[in-house]
């Protein structure tokens, strides 16, 4: 019950950021994406040396609510991160808006934010649905070769 708690703390506190830094308007979002603007930018900025710095501190100590060691491995990009990647941006320039900045919109009353909650949808659903061809693939029989 604690980690649900704290879940929806954090996911508030989230969303009041969101909304402060003015990431869930269309406009900021499309004046950056246009390079008009390098607010939204600096943002990242600010919030990635955070992370960064954050992460070091606490690597090789137990986290509060799992008591796990926090630890991570680096590996390198692969080809699925980088088409991902790229389908992300493109989607977000089209929609002017990203998943976390949706369900900020959905509970500002913004109901057009619902058209991009649906594209986010179908696309996960297509994702699910190709990354379980292969694995179908390789346990069915007719396809596997003759030995």
């Not at 879940?7 to 269309?26: D, E, K, N, R």
């Not at 994406?33 to 939204?40: E, G, I, K, N, V």
Request: with cysteine; proline share 6%; hydrophobic share 50%.
């Amino acid at each position: 019950m604690a980690r649900r708690a704290t879940g929806a703390a954090v996911g508030a506190i989230f969303g009041v950021v969101l909304c402060w830094s003015g990431m869930t308007s269309p406009n900021v979002i499309r004046g950056a994406l246009l390079l008009q603007h390098a607010y939204l930018f600096l943002f990242f900025a600010s919030a990635v040396a955070t992370a960064f710095l954050g992460l070091r501190l606490v690597r090789g100590t137990r986290a509060l609510l799992t008591g796990e060691t926090v630890g991570w491995t680096v590996k390198p990009p692969q080809r699925p991160q980088l088409a991902g990647a790229a389908i992300f941006g493109v989607g977000w320039a089209i929609a002017d808006a990203c998943p976390g900045p949706v369900a900020t919109q959905l509970g500002q009353g913004r109901l057009w934010s619902l058209f991009t909650l649906a594209g986010i949808a179908i696309g996960i659903m297509l994702f699910a649905r190709v990354e379980r061809r292969p694995a179908e693939r390789r346990t069915d029989p007719v396809a596997a070769p003759a030995s």
